[in-house]
């Protein structure tokens, strides 16, 4: 059993930038690939990133490349969503999710947190 839990969301203006974090607990939580989604309301649920379990892959998702950029501390079992330049349609609940492949859909993935609340104001 892996727990997630994220953290760094809030309220922010457009052109400025957050850091989420995802500390993972639990049985080798670091082995897994780690990814962030996101959904917004009325809208389904959308893959952001994701990074296998050394830490090398960072794959973003191809519309958020250059924006956003995902990394891991192992030591700290902590995964990370830099996001710059947001925009507001980059409001969204923000969910980390842990599994045993380098997917890009929900079914990838065997573990999630609670999601955290990311709001950028025009």
């Known amino acids: 059993q892996v727990h997630l839990v994220e953290s760094g969301g809030g309220l922010v203006q457009a052109g400025g930038s957050l850091r989420l974090s995802c500390a993972a607990s639990g049985r080798s939580s670091s082995g897994y690939a780690m990814a962030w989604f996101r959904q917004a309301p009325g809208k389904e649920r959308e893959f952001v990133a994701v990074i296998g379990a050394s830490g090398t892959t960072p794959i973003p998702s191809r519309s958020l490349k250059g924006r956003f950029t995902i990394s891991r501390d192992n030591a700290k079992n902590t995964v990370y969503l830099q996001m710059n330049s947001l925009r507001p349609e980059d409001t969204a609940v923000y969910y980390c999710?842990?599994?045993?492949?380098?997917?890009?859909?929900?079914?990838?993935?065997?573990?999630w947190g609670q999601g955290t609340q990311v709001t950028v104001s025009s």
């Open positions: 999710a842990a599994g045993g492949v380098l997917g890009t859909r929900g079914n990838d993935y065997d573990y």
